[in-house]
């Protein structure tokens, strides 16, 4: 059974839906029994950092998601709560990887919306059939650093992380759900991680 981590965020139901269609069961839940015994977590979100950080903490959530040892999935606002901190709000976050969320500078349209690709992967069992040709789909104002845990990066106004890994945590700036067959074959990808 798969794991969506309910919390203060929009999004969720697409992602439950694209899961569906790839022929996996899951459930929706902050319950903190089902998301440990889950095989895998997904973490997805569209939201404000502040206000979803301090959903997770009311909860516990916050100490559960960093000591899951299961594969987990951050998808936009997941991944930018699994970092250090995150300029919207002043927000610390998870921790999980090493960098911080930042705004982007107003120098062109923000958010950043629609089909982009990404540059620099590095090996992952996540990028399995992947190549920097592929466009994905893209809806924020924020973005991760480049960092350690970095393994593929987009370019909008600044270099940032689209996709980061570190240990038994993945995540996504961009939402593979609405990302056609390339959103498809990374969700897959995920799934099919031991």
Not at 134 to 152: G, K, L, P, R
């Amino acid at each position: 059974m798969i794991a969506i981590i309910k919390y203060n965020a929009g999004n969720i139901r697409s992602v439950q839906n694209a899961l569906t269609r790839l022929g996996y069961d899951s459930i929706i839940t902050d319950n903190p029994e089902e998301i440990r015994k889950a095989e895998k977590v997904v973490f997805p979100g569209v939201g404000e950092a502040s206000s979803a950080m301090n959903y997770l903490k009311e909860r516990q959530l916050d100490d559960l998601i960093i000591s899951l040892k299961q594969p987990v999935l951050g998808i936009c606002l997941g991944l930018q709560l699994l970092c250090k901190s995150s300029e919207e709000g002043n927000t610390q976050c998870l921790g999980i990887f090493d960098a911080k969320t930042k705004q982007f500078p107003p120098k062109e349209k923000v958010p950043h919306m629609g089909w982009n690709n990404f540059s620099d992967l590095q090996p992952s069992e996540l990028l399995g059939n992947i190549n920097t040709e592929n466009d994905v789909y893209y809806v924020h104002s924020y973005y991760a650093e480049v960092c350690s845990n970095t393994i593929a990066t987009c370019n909008y106004i600044v270099p940032f992380s689209t996709i980061m890994q570190k240990d038994n945590f993945y995540a996504m700036q961009f939402h593979p759900e609405k990302s056609a067959s390339v959103g498809e074959q990374l969700l897959k990808n995920f799934l099919e991680l031991s």
